[in-house]
């Protein structure tokens, strides 16, 4: 018996190898949509959604000058939310598209809070276009999905091995 444990460390060469993996477990794990990308994914569509509905009530009821200023501040929200409906077959290029529409609304927002502040001069017409962005609430949702895509369990779901074919 002690023979047959030389002669398989002898074979490895003191080197062991990694147990392989259930097949059935990764099929599962690679199926299932992580929570960071999930709650990304509902953050997205949430502010897309309001700046639809915000944006076509300020058409609405008010000019249509003030609904493109809000236009533009959705307008990267609204690109997520296009990006975001490759979230479940797209590759790694997905994510970090995501995360650099992200990043352009945070900005956009930032300057929405700096404008609404009351320490900006509003005597320029630029400044009404940056005023009806989604603001802080925007910014704070533009950062949260940024750390959630830049996680771990993000980062393996958009980079996992496909199967199937690719239109």
């Not at 259930?22 to 959604?49: C, E, K, M, Q």
């Not at 700046?51 to 533009?72: K, P």
């Not at 400044?127 to 949260?144: D, E, N, Q, T, W």
Request: glycine share 12%; net charge neutral.
């Amino acid at each position: 018996m002690h023979q047959q444990s030389e002669s398989s460390s002898s074979n490895s060469g003191g080197y062991t190898q990694p147990e392989p993996a259930d097949d059935a477990y990764d099929a599962a794990a690679a199926s299932t949509l992580p929570g960071s990308v999930r709650a990304a994914l509902w953050i997205i569509n949430i502010f897309a959604v309001i700046g639809v509905v915000g944006t076509v009530g300020l058409a609405a009821f008010r000019d249509s000058y003030v609904a493109g200023a809000n236009t533009i501040g959705y307008l990267f929200f609204w690109g997520l939310a296009i990006v975001a409906l490759f979230f479940r077959r797209g590759g790694n290029g997905v994510r970090v598209t995501a995360i650099i529409l992200a990043i352009l609304e945070a900005v956009t927002a930032l300057g929405s809070v700096g404008a609404n502040s009351g320490d900006a001069v509003d005597d320029n017409p630029g400044m009404h276009i940056v005023r009806f962005s989604p603001g802080p609430f925007g910014l704070i949702a533009s950062i949260v999905i940024v750390v959630l895509l830049c996680q771990g369990s993000a980062g393996r779901w958009f980079k996992r091995p496909r199967t199937g074919s690719r239109l």
